[in-house]
């Protein structure tokens, strides 16, 4: 038996956010970030648990029917970069019927800026999974992504 990995999911408030809207499916711990700058910061720096994993989710409206993995973020001219195989996710999401690429070039939004932070609080141990905005994804897209974070908890 494997033993079952403490992973804590963000997204973002706003209950028309598709990645509220998954979050809402997956069961686990899970943190809603505030929409602006200082409230995300402070939600993160008020994280205390410590965990194995934080899976982040946010929205990119560009996407349609696959996700983008974020390998490194960047914030005020410095860059943070996962410790998170982003190789070995993707062959696992596309092995669950979720499309997806790799990013290494950091975007510019309030996504960007949690997740260098969140690097920053959890040593490297996070990843940042944009996904779809609700039209823009298949029907079953949302299940087969919260299949996939069930299964990585157990390991």
Excluded at 82 to 88: A, G, N, Q, R, S
Excluded at 96 to 101: E, T
Excluded at 104 to 123: D, R
Aim: proline share 1%; glycine share 8%; hydrophobic share 40%.
């Amino acid at each position: 038996m494997g033993v079952k990995m403490k992973v804590l999911y963000t997204g973002f408030k706003g209950k028309n956010n598709s990645s509220y809207q998954l979050l809402s499916k997956i069961s686990g711990q899970k943190l809603f970030l505030t929409n602006s700058y200082d409230g995300l910061k402070k939600d993160i720096m008020n994280v205390t648990d410590q965990y194995d994993l934080v899976v982040m989710f946010g929205v990119d409206t560009s996407l349609k029917d696959a996700v983008r993995i974020e390998s490194i973020a960047e914030w005020e001219g410095e860059e943070r970069a996962t410790k998170i195989d982003c190789d070995e996710m993707c062959r696992c999401l596309i092995a669950s019927g979720v499309q997806c690429v790799i990013s290494g070039i950091p975007t510019k939004y309030l996504c960007n800026v949690a997740y260098f932070h969140m690097l920053q609080k959890v040593s490297g141990k996070a990843v940042f999974i944009h996904i779809p905005s609700l039209k823009n994804m298949s029907e079953g897209m949302v299940e087969k992504i919260v299949k996939y974070m069930e299964e990585i908890e157990n390991v």
